[in-house]
């Protein structure tokens, strides 16, 4: 195989057979197949696409790139989670130890930031100490006294993505169906799971912008599941204004660490109880959803979710006290109001741009090599439907020394992602659809 033959023929709209996307992933993990070439042939699938048999072809190439768990002799379903990508998305931060405590075993293989939304694994390194690369031995270990564990795609696991995912962020091939099923997915199969939530986002603010691409995503995920004997729930979920108050790694675990004591920001927690309540009823321990979303209530209510997340840092060699107290989380530099410039009310906030903005305070990364400022970010004091008196704090900076963009350059960026107006917005749904 000459990988810039895959790539013409890739580029001209022809279909790929299994074995030649099956060498080319391999050469690609293996370091065969440079980085130009692979960016070369994202960018032919990002234009042209690919049929549901190259994509479910390029998945299982993914998958077994790497080792596939078997948790079987780990007693109890194992149910995990995962987002297409959103803006101050940190649902997974509260929803593990949710579902843990409420007594499903939650295997959870996440990722880095990607384009303009944040990733799971930046967020948890905001926690002094925690790791996200741990040999699978230990995995196996800390999902079966703890009951979930949260790392990152590694040398055995899912080596292609791992690989891929970092390429694809920094060369504008991220919003693709067969990239983004084949990332996801054989991350997910790889996991050793029973069955899998998934979280679709959709709007200005997601990687599908409309609803129908949302569902056709949504839709593909759960086929290639569900041909591999897992039961898949997707939800449609809006992503046009950012999730929750905060953007940035350290504010978004504290934030996270809020919900699990019984507050947060509405948007959040009613995401979160939805997506575990979901788990809860996938591993088949709640007969509906009413009592699904009663022990995912009990779970916060009674401190136990909040427990059981101090015991997943600690086994992940992070420190707990910075979860009992997050003023021990990486604090920024320096913070800077960005204030209304008329009065009215706030009928949008564009969630790309404040995440291309936290991204460029520090928080994501515009190059593969690129190292995150974990207390880096945005603090929304307004949210669609509020109202703003002139010179009223929109939102807050939070800035390291050493970002990409002057804080002046951001601000001003930020005060654009408001729109103000004299009109009420709509009122917009959270959970949209629900695919099962
Ligand atoms: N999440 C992933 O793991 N991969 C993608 O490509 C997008 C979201």
Same mark, same amino acid.
Not at 127 to 156: D, M, N
Not at 229 to 248: C, F, N
Not at 321 to 326: G, K, M, N, S
Not at 340 to 361: H, S
């Given at each position: 195989?000459?990988?810039?033959?895959?790539?013409?023929?890739?580029?001209?709209?022809?279909?790929?057979?299994?074995?030649q996307?099956?060498?080319?992933?391999?050469? @690609?993990?293996?370091?065969?197949?440079p980085? @130009?070439?692979?960016?070369?042939?994202?960018?032919?699938?990002?234009?042209?696409g690919?049929?549901?048999?190259?994509?479910?072809?390029?998945?299982?190439?993914?998958? @077994?790139?790497?080792?596939?768990?078997?948790?079987?002799?780990?007693?109890g379903v194992?149910?995990?989670k995962?987002?297409?990508?959103?803006?101050?998305?940190?649902?997974?931060?509260?929803?593990?130890?949710?579902?843990?405590?409420?007594?499903?075993?939650?295997?959870?293989?996440?990722g880095?930031?990607?384009?303009?939304?944040?990733?799971?694994?930046?967020?948890?390194?905001?926690?002094?100490?925690?790791q996200?690369r741990?040999?699978?031995?230990?995995?196996?270990?800390i999902?079966?006294?703890?009951?979930?564990c949260?790392?990152?795609?590694?040398?055995?696991?899912?080596?292609?993505?791992?690989?891929?995912?970092?390429?694809?962020?920094?060369?504008?091939?991220?919003?693709?169906i067969?990239?983004?099923?084949?990332?996801i997915?054989?991350?997910?199969?790889?996991?050793?799971?029973?069955?899998?939530?998934?979280?679709?986002?959709?709007?200005?603010?997601?990687?599908m912008r409309?609803?129908?691409?949302?569902?056709?995503?949504?839709?593909?995920?759960?086929?290639?599941?569900?041909?591999?004997?897992?039961?898949?729930?997707?939800?449609?979920?809006?992503?046009?204004?950012?999730?929750?108050?905060?953007?940035?790694?350290?504010?978004?675990?504290?934030?996270?660490?809020?919900?699990l004591?019984g507050?947060?920001?509405?948007?959040?927690?009613?995401?979160?109880?939805?997506?575990?309540?979901?788990?809860?009823?996938?591993?088949?321990?709640?007969?509906?959803?009413?009592?699904?979303?009663?022990?995912?209530?009990?779970?916060?209510?009674?401190?136990?979710?909040?427990?059981?997340?101090e015991?997943i840092?600690?086994?992940?060699?992070?420190?707990?006290?910075?979860?009992?107290?997050?003023?021990?989380l990486?604090?920024?530099?320096?913070?800077r109001?960005?204030?209304?410039?008329?009065?009215?009310?706030?009928q949008?906030?564009?969630?790309?741009?404040?995440?291309?903005a936290?991204m460029?305070?520090?928080?994501?990364?515009?190059?593969?090599?690129?190292?995150?400022?974990?207390?880096?970010?945005?603090v929304?004091q307004?949210?669609?439907?509020? @109202?703003?008196e002139?010179?009223?704090?929109?939102?807050?900076?939070?800035?390291?020394?050493?970002?990409?963009a002057?804080?002046?350059?951001?601000?001003?960026?930020?005060?654009?992602?408001?729109?103000?107006?004299?009109?009420?917005?709509?009122?917009?749904?959270?959970?949209?659809?629900?695919?099962?």
């Amino acid at each position: 195989m000459r990988a810039q033959d895959l790539i013409q023929q890739k580029r001209d709209g022809e279909e790929l057979e299994p074995e030649q996307l099956a060498a080319l992933v391999d050469g @690609y993990t293996c370091g065969e197949v440079p980085d @130009y070439q692979m960016a070369a042939f994202c960018m032919a699938v990002f234009f042209r696409g690919m049929s549901d048999a190259e994509t479910a072809a390029l998945t299982r190439a993914m998958l @077994y790139s790497g080792e596939v768990l078997d948790l079987s002799d780990i007693p109890g379903v194992k149910v995990d989670k995962h987002s297409t990508g959103g803006v101050g998305d940190k649902v997974s931060l509260a929803l593990a130890p949710i579902a843990a405590a409420c007594g499903v075993k939650v295997p959870m293989i996440s990722g880095r930031g990607l384009g303009h939304t944040g990733g799971t694994l930046d967020k948890l390194e905001a926690i002094p100490g925690f790791q996200v690369r741990l040999p699978v031995e230990r995995f196996r270990e800390i999902l079966a006294s703890v009951g979930a564990c949260l790392i990152g795609q590694t040398e055995r696991i899912d080596p292609a993505d791992r690989k891929l995912y970092a390429l694809r962020d920094v060369t504008a091939t991220v919003e693709s169906i067969p990239l983004i099923a084949g990332s996801i997915m054989s991350k997910k199969l790889a996991e050793g799971i029973d069955a899998l939530v998934l979280d679709v986002k959709v709007g200005k603010g997601a990687f599908m912008r409309k609803t129908e691409d949302a569902r056709k995503l949504a839709h593909t995920l759960a086929g290639i599941g569900r041909a591999t004997g897992k039961k898949v729930v997707a939800l449609l979920t809006a992503m046009d204004e950012p999730l929750g108050r905060t953007i940035g790694n350290a504010l978004e675990v504290a934030e996270a660490v809020e919900v699990l004591r019984g507050g947060g920001p509405d948007d959040l927690r009613e995401l979160t109880v939805a997506l575990t309540a979901e788990m809860v009823l996938a591993a088949g321990l709640a007969g509906g959803h009413p009592e699904a979303r009663r022990m995912v209530l009990g779970a916060i209510a009674d401190g136990s979710a909040l427990a059981k997340l101090e015991e997943i840092v600690a086994a992940q060699g992070g420190d707990p006290a910075a979860i009992r107290d997050p003023e021990r989380l990486p604090r920024a530099a320096s913070t800077r109001v960005v204030a209304a410039p008329r009065p009215g009310l706030v009928q949008a906030v564009d969630a790309r741009a404040l995440g291309i903005a936290a991204m460029t305070l520090g928080a994501g990364r515009s190059r593969v090599e690129d190292p995150v400022d974990p207390s880096v970010g945005i603090v929304l004091q307004k949210k669609t439907g509020d @109202y703003v008196e002139e010179g009223e704090p929109l939102c807050v900076l939070h800035c390291g020394s050493a970002g990409a963009a002057s804080p002046d350059e951001v601000a001003g960026r930020v005060r654009d992602a408001f729109r103000i107006g004299t009109v009420p917005a709509e009122p917009r749904r959270l959970v949209l659809e629900r695919i099962a």
